[in-house]
């Protein structure tokens, strides 16, 4: 079992990196930065939803979609962000409860399915009712929150603003995977009709899985809605979707810090691949397919595979170890 | 009257091309619990392998059909099954979902670097001038197309139930064990089924590419139509895949013609989450032999 | 006298046109370990998927403690105080032995709300590692249930269904794949368990010597009705069993 101290301790430094990775960066790095944390934070809702609870959806971005235009329609009719966020979450709440259903009676693809044609109809209603969501042209002008003494008009305040809300939804998560509702999420995804049998209410906790990974997508979608401060259907199509899920899997599905990581890759390998131009896309899908043939755990479980290899004696908390590969 | 049949008629002829990619969908989904996810990129693919054996090599166009078609035999038939499918399929469907998705980001983009981002014309099989049908201005184009993928259909269900080879692959699709101690190569049916997708694939791509002209993105919208018309009909069975097909063909038209154009891309998504909400099996399927 | 820890009246369940279980009526009293014995195809399975709430049963009732629990999940039927085990391996592979045990109690303990904002072990690690101790598995306590032998699977499994303090734990084929030694423990545990706590068992199984050496009352089903009942030594010189069994 991993040291809880140590574990603590990396948790710091990387923090503590995270603090001052932006420090004296162009405009631009602190963007992505910022784009990374936000990334995040819908894979780690999605990373509750499937990772843990086991059940797909192909429909985060729809999330995203969903707080990003409730916060922006409320915060443009002059409401402040901490008080348009907190309804936005409600929204993809109630919304990912409905969502939820669907997955009390199909499973695997047919969900993945659900869930895809879900995205796909948010999509449609964000471009066509014109009236109430600009249509193709988005929202724009949004404000970003002004906290009184503290303004996040200026991208390295806005950095910290929106890794302060990280650390927050982190700690939010990190409380709900350890509580008895993570373990029910994580029986959930390895043998439902056991769980059943044991006094868990399965309906209720598939139902819960969504609603939280949901609010989630929510809450990311609150941020980009003041990191861009623009908004427009195509950011989140299904495709964006799909690229959420990568995170996920990526980084390591049902593992706590799998989603920082598999978002930091994601998000940043573009950059790194700027170089081969149109071709990055290609790279990347190749990468995901070899990743997933010799590391279907994700690349928190190569980190573990090696650690095992290299400190055999400091034996691996077992279910990190194994991360939780995808059924 | 006449607008109606001719909607309905046009509608047919683009869902009997659709049911070929689906059926190619479902017979992979019995074989070997595959859900491609790069269904609709199977279709794109071999119009662009046709463009390249007449461009790049100067082959008329009946040779450079041939061409095609085996090339994605042996692209996306052979080699997805080998350098994708058996690798993955062990880490579990959904990982291997999350392959097919890779697999359709990689086919789309190679053939945007590598070819054109812009639409390219595709010569058309048939000639697209009208015909008078019970007063309806029908095109020839759509009729034939109907024909022949109906035609396609009927020979696979005939190769399937009357032939040796096509017996053992239901064998092997329905029952592995079974068929093994029967006897029946499970996998090289298995394989045999892979290459079925890719030459239906390539079929419907040779019919619907002429209306659609050849372009990187155009498997986003077949393949999520070939999904739905799988799923609606009825995953486990060719006549459900086919009637999925043919129905989404003539409701979109109906739903683009008399009802809403914007909206048009919901109704096959709506019609998708309904049939899953209220009958998981599909519209033609038994409830027997899918396990969700 | 107090009512039955279990009632079972008339279950009747069809498959089409296969009546799998014709009209089985049988009671377990307190403390009773009861084997439910039959030839293959003799809706033994069945008639404890009805009882358990797995599947529907055209007509009959169940009835736990005198109350009639027809028709009810299996997670509210396990609330009122009945576990049970499954036939194939049924741990959560990649959860430790200590996650499994204490998820088999955490929903008898609390709220909704304490089992989010409480303490993450729903105040169960002392109930769970005597568990664990019990079934004598403390040293596989922190690894994963899936990478355990298949003995020890079915022993966590035994462990889980007896976690929440049933009063009635129905066991699926136990000794179904268990090698000897670790059949002696399991039936040995099940025993001192019994004798311990006064938990009722009805045990369905194809090892003769588990059920006849385990039970303190057989009932025989063939053709999804009940064809003899009694102790262990007169179902094993009963006539028409003997036939069932030999007849196919």
């Not at chain 1, 964006?240 to 995170?247: D, E, G, K, P």
């Not at chain 2, 099954?81 to 998705?101: D, N, Q």
């Not at chain 2, 419907?204 to 919208?221: D, H, Q, R």
Request: hydrophobic letters at 55%; charged letters at 10%; aromatic letters at 10%.
């Amino acid at each position: 079992m991993m040291a809880g101290k140590w574990r603590w301790l990396l948790v710091a430094l990387l923090l503590a990196a995270a603090v001052a990775a932006p420090l004296g960066q162009k405009s631009y790095i602190v963007y992505v930065l910022t784009s990374w944390l936000v990334f995040a934070i819908a894979a780690m809702g999605l990373n509750l939803t499937l990772g843990y609870a086991g059940q797909i959806s192909l429909a985060q971005a729809s999330f995203m979609a969903i707080g990003a235009y409730v916060t922006a329609l409320l915060t443009l009719a002059g409401w402040h962000w901490l008080i348009a966020t907190p309804l936005a979450l409600l929204a993809c709440f109630v919304v990912g409860l409905l969502l939820g259903y669907p997955a009390l009676r199909v499973k695997g693809h047919f969900l993945a399915f659900v869930t895809l044609a879900f995205n796909t109809l948010v999509f449609l209603v964000l471009r066509n009712e014109e009236w109430l969501t600009g249509g193709s042209y988005g929202l724009s002008g949004m404000p970003r929150p002004d906290l009184g003494l503290f303004t996040t008009m200026r991208p390295l305040p806005f950095y910290y603003f929106t890794l302060a809300v990280t650390v927050i939804a982190a700690l939010a998560m990190w409380g709900i995977v350890r509580s008895p509702w993570g373990r029910a999420f994580r029986a959930l995804r390895e043998n439902p009709i056991r769980a059943e049998s044991l006094g868990l209410d399965t309906r209720r906790i598939t139902l819960l899985a969504f609603a939280i990974g949901s609010a989630y997508g929510g809450l990311a979608g609150a941020l980009v809605t003041s990191l861009v401060q623009f908004i427009e259907p195509a950011s989140f199509g299904v495709g964006h979707s799909l690229r959420i899920l990568l995170m996920v899997v990526v980084g390591g599905a049902g593992s706590f810090f799998g989603p920082f990581l598999g978002s930091g890759v994601v998000i940043l390998l573009p950059e790194v691949l700027r170089f081969t131009e149109g071709y990055y896309l290609i790279i990347y899908a190749v990468l995901v397919i070899v990743m997933l043939i010799y590391a279907p755990e994700g690349l928190i479980g190569i980190g573990a595979r090696l650690k095992m290899k290299f400190f055999s004696r400091s034996q691996v908390r077992a279910d990190m170890s194994q991360g939780a590969s995808l059924k | 009257m006449s607008q109606f049949l001719q909607v309905l008629l046009s509608g047919l002829a683009t869902g009997s091309i659709y049911a070929l990619a689906a059926i190619g969908f479902a017979l992979v989904w019995q074989a070997a619990q595959t859900v491609n996810f790069a269904q609709g990129e199977f279709v794109m693919v071999p119009a662009f392998f046709v463009l390249i054996g007449m461009g790049f090599f100067g082959m008329p166009f009946w040779l450079a059909l041939a061409f095609g078609l085996a090339l994605s035999m042996l692209v996306l038939g052979y080699a997805f099954k080998k350098l994708i499918v058996e690798p993955i399929l062990p880490h579990g469907g959904i990982t291997l979902i999350i392959a097919t998705m890779a697999l359709a980001i990689l086919l789309k983009e190679t053939v945007k670097e590598s070819y054109s981002a812009e639409a390219q014309p595709f010569p058309a099989l048939f000639s697209n001038a009208p015909m008078n049908f019970f007063g309806a201005a029908v095109s020839i184009q759509d009729i034939l197309n109907l024909i022949v993928s109906l035609s396609i259909v009927v020979v696979l269900t005939l190769f399937l139930n009357r032939t040796r080879t096509g017996r053992s692959m239901q064998a092997a699709a329905q029952n592995p064990a079974v068929a093994e101690i029967l006897g029946v190569n499970v996998k090289r049916m298995v394989l045999y089924t892979f290459l079925i997708n890719a030459a239906l694939a390539s079929l419907a791509a040779f019919l619907i590419t002429p209306v659609y002209l050849a372009k990187f993105s155009n498997g986003e919208t077949i393949g999520l139509i070939a999904f739905i018309a799988a799923i609606v009909g009825g995953f486990n069975q060719i006549r459900g895949a086919l009637v999925g097909g043919l129905l989404i063909g003539v409701l979109d038209n109906l739903t683009a013609t008399y009802v809403t154009a914007q909206y048009r891309a919901a109704l096959p998504l709506v019609l998708l989450i309904m049939i899953i909400l209220v009958r998981p099996q599909g519209i033609m399927g038994t409830s027997e032999g899918r396990s969700v | 006298m107090t009512a039955p820890v279990l009632s079972v009246r008339n279950i009747e369940k069809r498959f089409g046109g296969i009546r799998a279980v014709r009209g089985v009526s049988f009671d377990v009293h307190k403390g009773e370990i009861l084997g439910l014995i039959g030839p293959n195809g003799s809706g033994k399975s069945t008639l404890f998927n009805c009882i358990l709430g797995q599947l529907v049963p055209n007509a009959g009732e169940v009835a736990v403690s005198g109350r009639d629990v027809s028709g009810m999940r299996p997670s509210d039927l396990n609330k009122l105080g009945v576990g049970r085990t499954f036939q194939q391996l049924s741990v959560f592979p990649r959860m430790s032995v200590f996650d499994n045990i204490i998820l088999a109690g955490q929903e008898h303990r609390g709220t909704m709300s304490s089992r989010l904002f409480g303490a993450p072990d729903a105040g169960l690690t002392q109930d769970a590692e005597r568990m664990i101790a019990f079934f004598r598995l403390t040293h596989l306590r922190d690894e994963l249930a899936g990478s355990l032998s298949y003995g020890q699977q079915k022993l966590v499994d035994a462990a889980m269904a007896f976690m929440a303090g049933p009063s009635i734990v129905l066991l699926d084929e136990p000794a179904g794949g268990v090698n000897l030694t670790m059949l002696a423990h399991l039936k040995d545990r099940l025993v001192t368990y019994n004798a311990e706590h006064g938990t009722t068992f009805v045990v369905i199984e194809h090892n003769m010597e588990f059920v006849m050496s385990l039970c303190t009352r057989i009932i025989v089903l063939a053709e999804g009705a009940v064809i003899a009942e009694g102790t262990p030594d007169e179902i094993r010189s009963n006539q028409t069993v003997i036939d069932a069994y030999l007849g196919g």
